[in-house]
């Protein structure tokens, strides 16, 4: 998948996907297959959701999720699109074989971590 890269040393997290940008904390990172991939999973939700309705949907499932759990790093953890993410960022052949809207599964299974 082709994206445009840069480094932000602020950056509140180690990479961020905003279509067609990949931001990362440090140069280090640009290399690590398991964060691109993971941010590249993050491509394919934003662009079946046209980008601009990704954002709200993401905001909403934080947000919804910090009421439940009460806390920041649950919250996280359990927007359905980083459950995506999460669980299959360690998957090379990942993106072949995605189905669309496949994060659809992970809306109101918990996770623990």
Known sequence: MKYWSCVISKLPAQAMAIYPLMLFKNKKLLNNQTI????????????????????????????????????????????????????NDKNPGYLNIRRSYAWLKFIGKVRLS
Request: avoid cysteine; aromatic fraction near 20%.
């Open 36 to 87: 691109i991939r993971h941010e590249e999973i993050h491509f394919k939700q934003q662009l079946e959701l046209l980008i601009v309705l990704f954002y709200p949907l993401y905001l909403l499932n934080y947000l919804i999720n910090l009421v439940v759990y009460k806390n920041h790093h649950k919250a996280y953890f359990n927007i359905s699109f980083e459950r995506e993410a999460y669980a």
